[in-house]
């Protein structure tokens, strides 16, 4: 019924940047929150950012606070991530989630896209 769709994952080193994108589709339905998970290998999946589509407050993780921005487009209910001073401890699938109320939770989850940081 609804899909996330992300993009803009690659290969890239140390010190570049990358801006995901993740766009959702489907049945009209409403949006609270937004937001990018990521999980490198041998780690748990963990939370890089999120933003409320009321407010626009947003969360970011503190590995990644100052080097990434979270934003959307509410019209679109799309989420995007600018990733900037990549670091190799930024690689891992990205993937991205919309909450969709009325309960505070992860309803529906993209299949991910994959970054990589070579040092």
């Known amino acids: 019924q609804v899909q996330l769709v992300e993009s803009g994952g690659g290969l890239v080193q140390a010190g570049d940047s990358l801006r995901l994108s993740c766009a959702a589709s489907?049945?009209?339905?409403?949006?609270?929150?937004m937001g990018w998970f990521r999980q490198a290998p041998g780690k748990e999946r963990e939370s890089v950012a999120r933003?409320?589509?009321?407010?626009?407050?947003?969360y970011y993780a503190d590995s990644v606070k100052g080097r990434f921005t979270i934003s959307r487009d509410n019209a679109k209910n799309t989420v995007y991530l600018q990733m900037n001073s990549l670091k190799p401890e930024d690689t891992g699938v990205y993937s991205c989630?919309?909450?969709?109320?009325?309960?505070?939770?992860?309803?529906?989850w993209g299949q991910g896209t994959q970054v990589t940081v070579s040092s």
């Open positions: 989630a919309l909450d969709s109320g009325p309960r505070s939770a992860w309803d529906y």
């Open positions: 489907g049945r009209t339905l409403s949006t609270y929150r």
């Open positions: 933003i409320s589509w009321t407010s626009g407050i947003t």
